[in-house]
Nanobody
Framework: QVQLVESGGGLVQTGGSLRLSCAAS????????MGWFRQASGKEREFLAA????????YYADSVKGRFTISRDNSENTVYLQMNSLKPEDTAVYYC??????????????????WGQGTQVTVSS
């Protein structure tokens, strides 16, 4: 079993930046592709970004492309989401998740088998 713990959320002004971290409990983390999602109040969970097991390939939702960057450090069992030029509509709970495959960059929630508890990001106008 893999436990994922997100951190780095908080309150930021429009145009600001935050860096989210997701720490995994097992070394096996490095064998799997990872993703970031978010869920705003009253809305469905939304895909943001994914990264393959070695960081060789990434994929982004159009809503965050050019503003968010996903990366990983397998030596630290951690995946990151750097968020720049934040907007009020980015306000949501942000989740990291693990897939069961190495080389996918899937945007489908069904391809992710473990999820963190989420971290709140609030962007004030």
């Amino acid at each position: 079993q893999v436990q994922l713990v997100e951190s780095g959320g908080g309150l930021v002004q429009t145009g600001g930046s935050l860096r989210l971290s997701c720490a995994a409990s097992r070394r096996a983390f490095s064998n799997y592709a990872m993703g970031w999602f978010r869920q705003a109040s009253g809305k469905e969970r939304e895909f943001l970004a994914a990264i393959t097991w070695n960081g060789g390939r990434t994929y982004y939702a159009d809503s965050v492309k050019g503003r968010f960057t996903i990366s990983r450090d397998n030596s630290e069992n951690t995946v990151y989401l750097q968020m720049n030029s934040l907007k009020p509509e980015d306000t949501a709970v942000y989740y990291c998740a693990k897939t069961q495959r190495r080389s996918t960059t899937s945007s489908s929630l069904r391809d992710y088998d473990y999820w963190g508890q989420g971290t709140q990001v609030t962007v004030s106008s």
